[in-house]
Every structure is written in C-alpha cells, then in structure tokens.
C-alpha cells in the first residue's frame, strides 16, 4: 500500500523530532487521522506561532517572550554568578530547585563532534564575550558550568574552562579573573539535568569545585 503524501509528509516531520524513530512516527501519523479538523487546525496552529511568539534572551538565550527573559529582568538575582547549562529546559530545572539565585547561560546544545557541532555552533562565543564585557560593567565573579555528566557535556566543559582560563591570563594581574567551577558529582555520569530532582540538584550545585 502506498501511503497518502499528505500521511507520509506528516510522518517526515514526526521522524524528524529527537526520540523519535520510524515505528513512532508512523503510529503518530496514523493515529493524527482519528483526531478532529479542529483539534488538528489548534496544533498546526500552535506549531506555527511557537517561534513566532517566543525569543531568545539578549543576554543569557534562555527561552522568554520578550528581549529579556524572567530571570535576567529580576532584580534580586545575583549577575556575578552565571550558571552555564545545556538547554533551556535546565533553567527550569534549576529555578525549580529554588536555591539559586545567580543567573544563567544557555548553550542550547553541546561540543559534539560525530554529529559536527562544534564551539562556534552553541552560544560559547557568547558566553566568552559576556566574560569579557563583564571586566567592565556585569562584574561576573563565577561561572558555574553545569553541563551534563555525559562525554559530551564534559569535552563542552573541558572547552569553556580553557577559553576562559585563556581570558584570564589576559586579565591584568591585580585582577583575579573569574573564578571557574564545575557542578558536583551528586549527579551519576550519564544523567540528565533536566530530570534531576530538587535535592540533587541543590547538592550538586552546593558540592561544586573550583578548576
Ligand atoms: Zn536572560
């Protein structure tokens, strides 16, 4: 049996989201059918206005709905301390932890070789120039890297500590520089910030060490 372009378009999309394999996207696909027009017209809906109706933070690019998110707007956070994490997704982690109270850099994404993304590719240029800038004005004092403990998020944390090891040794020598930590190993290599609970998560950021 041939399936319809208009099925097989949809199921392209589905196998093209993460997670998601050739079996899954089908079984979306079919079972679309099943659901009403209308609920269907509120989906594609949705989809259409999801970018259109969201933007990147200027300063941090975490998710928000205006130029600057949430957290970088609160006047209470601390903006000495910058949390440097994967995804978007981790801030909510972390701001549901409520024990944080710095702000953060999201790279949206990782140093990934086999899959050709390199430094250039996520935001570490501009958590570098934020580095850089804050010599200055932002007056940043810590960067807590908070990358996953997989092989990725560690060679991504490998690659920030030296760049910004590089941008203090041109710090002129009454200046410390920023200081450099890495989150605790509460966490169990391979885990997922995103799905740590409360308690590890505060344990590891407590826990953390200096590079
Ligand atoms: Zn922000």
Redesign the pocket.
């Known amino acids: 049996m041939k399936i319809p372009k208009a099925l097989e378009n949809v199921i392209e999309s589905f196998e093209a989201l993460p997670g998601i394999g050739p079996k899954s996207a089908q079984r979306l696909g079919f079972y679309l059918l099943h659901v009403p027009q209308s609920d269907l017209d509120g989906f594609a809906q949705a989809l259409t206005n999801l970018k259109k109706n969201t933007r990147m933070?200027s300063?941090?690019f975490?998710i928000g709905t205006t130029e600057?998110?949430d957290?970088?707007v609160d006047p209470e956070r601390d903006t000495a301390t910058v949390c440097v994490v994967e995804d978007a997704l981790d801030v909510i982690a972390f701001e549901r932890s409520d024990k944080f109270k710095g702000v953060y850099h999201v790279l949206h994404g990782v140093v990934d070789p086999l899959n050709s993304i390199g430094p250039e590719d996520i935001y570490i240029p501009q958590l570098i120039k934020r580095v850089q800038g804050s010599v200055g004005s932002e007056q940043i004092k810590e960067i807590i890297i908070a990358t996953n403990p997989t092989m990725e998020g560690e060679a991504t944390a490998m690659y920030i500590v030296k760049q910004l090891k590089n941008q203090n040794s041109k710090v002129n020598s009454d200046s410390m520089g920023v200081k450099i930590t890495r989150i605790g190993r509460g966490l169990p290599v391979g885990a997922d910030i995103e799905y740590a609970d409360e308690v590890t998560l505060t344990r590891a950021l407590e826990g953390r060490s200096e590079y």
Do not use: Y
Request: charged residues 0%; hydrophobic residues 40%.
């Open positions: 933070c300063i941090c975490n600057l998110c957290v970088c």
